[in-house]
């Protein structure tokens, strides 16, 4: 143990092999801006490969907000939809045909063949459906 702390007085009282030269460090901050103010100024241009990509980064931006706003108001809120079916179920056959076709255009192809009535046929149709007076009367007077 003695050894060693003689060995680390040793290593204190050593002299430094390197030296650093009088007034260095006063005239260092001279030094270095003098080589800055030196250097070329040089003015970077922007390559068009990094103006593209930007532009094209926007514009990806843009169309995904537009997207995931599609996606939001047609997916997520529900809309009431109607099938097919059950718009075929609640649309009948004289129902399509009737808002094609006036009421003139029927009357006019009725009144094309006009053929005479026979009372007792009409009155035999009225009672083999079910048809009663009072019915026909009101239909009459409307």
Known sequence: MNSQS???QNDLH??????VPEGYFDSF???VLKQINDLPVQQEKTPKRLIIKRQLSIAAAFIGF????????NVIIEKPTISKETLAQSVSYDDVVLQHVN?????DVLTEN???INAQE????LIDENIHESVLSDYLNQ
């Open 14 to 19: 050593k002299k430094q092999p390197f030296s």
């Open 6 to 8: 003689n060995m680390n």
């Open 122 to 125: 009409v009155e035999n149709y």
């Open 103 to 107: 009421e003139q255009d029927i009357l």
């Open 29 to 31: 901050p001279d030094k």
């Open 114 to 116: 006009e053929t005479p």
């Open 66 to 73: 537009f997207l995931v706003s599609y996606f939001v108001f």
